[in-house]
């Protein structure tokens, strides 16, 4: 399976994105899909993640109430709505997908915010 991330780009602080992660080469039945990201100098981080169904979804307390994760399942692809974005949200979003220890990592989309 691959995962292709998109939709990264430079914002201005208070503005949107919707990222995307396109998957392809195979099923991703089943899987739990997230949002990483990782800002220069920093460990990657949890941002989001969502179940198969898409009824049950998780936050980083940090984007709470500004990110929505969500799926189509049939367009095999995942997104993530970011409103209301702070210079702190900056870093190279990764999108993932994992069921029972098999994990697969997109490429990664920078996404900047300017102050």
């Known amino acids: 399976v691959q995962l292709q991330a998109s939709g990264g780009g430079l914002v201005q602080a208070g503005g949107s994105l919707r990222l995307s992660c396109a998957a392809s080469?195979?099923?991703?039945?089943?899987?739990?899909m997230g949002w990483f990201r990782q800002a220069p100098g920093k460990e990657r981080e949890f941002v989001a993640a969502?179940?198969?169904?898409?009824?049950?979804?998780n936050y980083v307390d940090s984007v709470k109430g500004r990110f929505t994760i969500s799926r189509v399942n049939a367009r095999k692809t995942l997104y993530l709505q970011m409103n209301s974005l702070k210079p702190e949200d900056t870093a190279v979003y990764y999108c993932?997908?994992?069921?029972?220890?098999?994990?697969?990592w997109g490429q990664g989309t920078q996404v900047t915010v300017s102050s």
């Open positions: 969502i179940n198969w169904s898409g009824g049950s979804t």
């Open positions: 080469g195979g099923t991703l039945r089943n899987y739990g």
């Open positions: 993932n997908a994992e069921r029972l220890g098999s994990i697969y």
